[in-house]
């Protein structure tokens, strides 16, 4: 098992910016997929950003290329979202995951451990 308890969301105006926490606990995850995911009200979980944990490779929804940095603190278990210049489309609840996954990283079926989420709001 691995328990994710996601942290650091808000309320935030355009062009701000926040960080988003992962804490990861549980069996072993170096081997996993982390990744993060975001639902809006009425719309499908949407892919954001994934890292390999042992490789440490990246990956950004094209919507979020530039504007996020997804990365991980290896001594603290804890993986970040750096969300720089945010915007209202960016309103969602956020939610990290964690699967046994390389290729399909991009594919929320693919994860088998989600946390709690957390909401994120930008005002225009």
């Known amino acids: 098992q691995v328990q994710l308890v996601e942290s650091g969301g808000g309320l935030v105006q355009a062009g701000g910016s926040l960080r988003l926490s992962c804490a990861a606990s549980?069996?072993?995850?170096?081997?996993?997929?982390m990744g993060w995911f975001r639902q809006a009200p009425g719309k499908e979980r949407e892919f954001v950003a994934a890292?390999?944990?042992?490789?440490?490779?990246?990956y950004y929804a094209d919507s979020v290329k530039g504007r996020f940095t997804f990365f991980k603190d290896n001594t603290k278990n804890t993986l970040y979202l750096q969300m720089n210049s945010l915007k209202p489309e960016d309103t969602a609840v956020y939610y990290c995951?964690?699967?046994?996954?390389?290729?399909?990283?991009?594919?929320?079926?693919?994860?088998?451990?989600w946390g709690q989420g957390t909401q994120v709001t930008v005002s225009s």
């Open positions: 995951a964690a699967g046994d996954t390389y290729r399909y990283y991009y594919r929320s079926t693919e994860y088998d451990y």
């Open positions: 549980g069996r072993t995850f170096s081997y996993y997929t």
């Open positions: 890292i390999i944990w042992s490789g440490g490779s990246t």
